[in-house]
């Protein structure tokens, strides 16, 4: 079937009845699956707020709705993976069930008018609010924002959305994610770490936070990156940045923010000062695909990585072996891998058993 078809075969199946929450991964794996897709969710996205006008008794007309979804979204393309949901979850994702009926009647009106009878009577029933998102170790979760935002969380994650009329916040104290924010000028999106406020419009970035650092890389657009003077992994002091300052609480002192454009990449600590470099996107990204790649890092980084999304977790007693470096491309879920690896390359050798493994020289 084709995207149209697949998504009038969404439509007639919510119609019937309220999804499950089976339904509701099965749905957002559908999202997840391609990028055209994700740009025809974006735009019904963007109609919302024309949407909630109309349905107040607003005159614009759904033929005014129809074309404004047609005009020009080939800019809101985003390349978002499939979550390993069937790793996470005993319950099988269902198959679309088939309409003939009502995919006779509503095929041949095309995708525009489809989606935007979606969006009149389905969105409301559908769309994530504002609040807290957890993630487990080695479980990873697509979240739909209400304003049109994808967040792709990783591992060990924790996400706090904070949205109102006025402005977008949320919170990452710990954990990775992934941000495909939705354009609004009116209401600039601010992420908060424990080292960083990292602002953005419209446009794609990572953010990974370590135990000392945050690490910020944008795959499109630009963002603009403070530096937050006091750390803090609990607590949420939005910022506001304007014209190269920032203005917060007492917890943050007023300093230049650092620019960032597609492509590059910083890391923002406590420690030195946040310098720009190019990003290697596809490694830094590979945690999407459920895939480590180690491009001659540590022994030690190496395990950090893998002790993320595992419950057997690795140790290394040697430091001269932690700090030797490696390099490859492994499965997240597979930490024998890396064992081998280190056993045929660097004569290492484990110990122990259960969920705790040592490796030595």
């Not at 969404?10 to 929450?21: G, Y």
């Not at 739909?144 to 006025?166: A, E, I, P």
């Not at 990156?225 to 940045?241: C, D, G, K, L, Y």
């Not at 030195?272 to 459920?290: M, Y």
Request: net charge negative.
């Amino acid at each position: 079937m084709n995207p149209t078809e697949q998504a009038t075969e969404w439509f007639a199946q919510i119609r019937e009845c309220e999804l499950s929450d089976v339904d509701r991964k099965a749905f957002s794996l559908w999202l997840a699956e391609s990028p055209v897709h994700v740009r025809e969710y974006l735009g019904i996205a963007e109609l919302w707020a024309a949407v909630q006008s109309l349905e107040a008794g607003s005159a614009q007309s759904r033929d005014g709705l129809i074309l404004a979804l047609q005009a020009d979204r080939d800019t809101n393309v985003f390349p978002l993976a499939i979550a390993d949901i069937q790793a996470t979850t005993s319950e099988p994702v269902p198959r679309m069930r088939t309409h003939g009926k009502i995919l006779r009647w509503f095929i041949p009106l095309g995708i525009a008018a489809s989606v935007a009878v979606f969006t009149l009577i389905v969105w409301p029933n559908l769309i994530w609010r504002s609040g807290t998102y957890r993630t487990s170790r080695g479980e990873q979760q697509s979240i739909v924002l209400s304003d049109g935002s994808v967040v792709q969380l990783n591992t060990l994650s924790t996400l706090v959305v904070h949205f109102d009329k006025d402005q977008r916040r949320v919170e990452l104290p710990q954990g990775e994610a992934l941000f495909r924010v939705a354009h609004d000028p009116a209401r600039p999106f601010d992420v908060q770490t424990p080292f960083a406020v990292v602002r953005a419009v419209g446009t794609e970035f990572n953010v990974y936070n370590r135990s000392d650092s945050t690490q910020v890389s944008v795959i499109e657009g630009k963002v603009r990156i403070a530096a937050v003077s006091t750390p803090q992994a609990s607590t949420f002091s939005p910022a506001v940045i304007k014209s190269g300052d920032v203005r917060s609480s007492r917890a943050e002192s007023s300093q230049s923010a650092i620019p960032l454009a597609a492509g590059q990449q910083v890391t923002v600590s406590s420690i030195a000062e946040p310098k720009p470099i190019p990003a290697n996107i596809s490694t830094t990204t590979a945690w999407v695909q459920r895939r480590i790649v180690l491009d001659n890092d540590t022994v030690r980084s190496a395990v950090e990585q893998f002790n993320r999304y595992n419950r057997v977790q690795i140790h290394v007693q040697d430091e001269e072996l932690a700090d030797l470096r490696i390099s490859g491309v492994f499965d997240v879920d597979d930490p024998s891998a890396l064992i081998k690896y280190l056993e045929q390359i660097q004569q290492a050798h484990t110990s122990g058993t259960g969920t705790g493994l040592t490796l030595e020289r």
